[in-house]
């Protein structure tokens, strides 16, 4: 089955909650429908009792990002593994085009990235050198390294990538900072 809406205009990304550990296979299933699918993955070291061994691991388990028209989603919800589409209440949510934008530039940029928790507070930075250049989110500090993070609001997740100081610019003001599950204690907020 193709994706027949495929030059529609009423088409965005949303966020499907996926059987864990079936992601790849579950995009790839998108894929062949005539989807666009988005499963951002990292390259991780594993450690066996015998060997060392590097796995591709999604940032976001148990969620991968789809391209379709929400009046169309059947196609989607049939496809083996797919759970739901966020959303709120039966209303799908789209992610916005800047938040998948963002996570697509982190992935392709070669730059070292992890999962990282959902922050709310913090400056919002953009980086205005090397091959993140435009790229905007929130900047962070970790054992003396910059990192930005980019966030999916809806997911409640983020990934923090490394970056170079100098190139962080902020772009709004500092926001208070408010004591939050999501922000993990011993991080602190650095102002470029």
């Known amino acids: 089955m193709e994706n027949t809406a495929k030059n529609s205009q009423n088409q965005s990304w949303f966020a499907l909650q996926v059987k864990p550990r079936r992601e790849r296979a579950i995009a790839a299933a998108l894929r062949g429908k005539g989807f666009e699918e988005f499963l951002p993955v990292y390259r991780v070291h594993h450690r066996w009792s015998d ?23 059947l196609p989607i919800l049939t496809t083996p593994g797919v759970q739901s589409i966020l959303g709120i209440g039966k209303t799908p949510a789209p992610v916005p085009d800047s938040e998948i934008a ?6 392709n940029s070669g ?35 910059s990192r930005v993070v ?12 490394e970056i170079d100081h100098r190139w962080v610019y902020p772009i ?21």
């Open 150 to 161: 980019v966030s999916v609001a809806l997911l409640q997740r983020s990934i923090g990538v």
């Open 102 to 107: 963002a996570l697509q530039t982190v992935v």
């Open 51 to 73: 060997r060392i061994e590097e796995l591709e691991e999604p940032y976001f388990p148990g969620y991968v990002f789809c391209r379709f028209d929400s009046t169309n989603r």
């Open 172 to 192: 709004a003001p500092m926001r208070v900072p408010v004591q939050s599950a999501g922000c993990q204690a011993g991080l602190r907020l650095k102002i470029a």
């Open 111 to 145: 730059c070292p990235a992890e999962a990282w928790p959902f922050l709310i507070v913090g400056q919002i930075v953009r980086i205005e050198g090397g091959s993140l250049s435009g790229l905007e989110g929130v900047l962070v500090e970790r054992k003396s390294s």
